[in-house]
């Protein structure tokens, strides 16, 4: 052993083509709107703001999406 950390090993970055990386990143992270896949949003007193399914009730706290 030659008594050299090797904790640092790999450490390096690599190259990265920041253009590349810009043109794809909404591509690849982009998430369609919920709303428009079928959820409806409220404000749950257990998990705060969240989205559930049409026609189904928040199943932290009850309430539906035709509660006021």
Known sequence: ???QWAG???SAR???DYAK???NWDRI???ENPLELGFWEH???VKGELF???GEE???CGKKETDA
Request: hydrophobic share 35%; with cysteine; net charge neutral.
């Open 1 to 3: 052993m030659s008594g």
């Open 21 to 23: 990386i810009s043109a």
């Open 8 to 10: 640092g090993k790999g």
């Open 29 to 31: 992270f982009e998430r």
């Open 43 to 45: 404000d749950c007193v």
């Open 14 to 16: 690599r190259p990265e």
């Open 58 to 60: 928040c199943s932290w």
């Open 52 to 54: 559930t399914a049409l």
